[in-house]
């Protein structure tokens, strides 16, 4: 490859790490093409972005972005492919789901939420990563609930109160 289309395949890489907020790093080297079609089917129905990139453009573009990537070096050894995603956890479920089968795909390391996640046990903790609007569906959920209370109290209040004058209104 010359000089000239690593720097546009290196710009290229730059600007789609830019257009996503999260990426895994995963190892598929004991994926066939079959099963690394498979996946990315699976990706694509989930809205999920799968690119195989080699391991030393992937490191000079992420030595050419803004944010310092160097916890994920270490990561960038054999077959690599990015999944990139803007929902922190689609890919890590993904990735647990195609475990499942005979073909694995082994977690290297992701960048989700602003934080850093390297190695296959870090899967888990990914899985239950919520997104930004899981959280606010969740602090709304709680929010409401001591509303939905008051009001069902008021509203039952006012059945016994009227029940109790009735009757005495009835004596």
Not at 9 to 31: N, P, Q, R, S, W
Not at 39 to 56: D, F, G, I, P, S
């Amino acid at each position: 490859m010359k000089k000239e289309d690593k720097v546009n395949v290196i710009a290229a890489i730059g600007d789609v790490l830019k257009e996503y907020a999260h990426f895994y790093l995963v190892d598929v080297t004991a994926m066939n093409s079959a099963a690394t079609n498979a996946m990315r089917a699976k990706c694509y129905k989930q809205e999920v972005k799968m690119v195989l990139v080699k391991n030393t453009l992937l490191k000079k573009a992420f030595e050419a972005s803004e944010i310092d990537f160097s916890p994920l070096y270490p990561c960038l050894k054999g077959t690599t492919a990015l999944l990139l995603c803007n929902t922190a956890n689609v890919p890590a479920k993904l990735i647990k789901d195609v475990a499942g089968k005979a073909e694995i795909p082994a977690l290297k390391g992701a960048y989700a939420e602003e934080s850093f996640y390297v190695g296959a046990d870090q899967l888990e903790t990914l899985i239950n990563i919520k997104s930004k609007n899981e959280l606010i569906a969740e602090v709304v959920a709680l929010l409401q609930s001591p509303i939905k209370n008051v009001v069902s109290a008021l509203q039952s209040g006012g059945d016994t109160i009227h029940g109790v004058l009735k009757t005495l209104g009835e004596r």
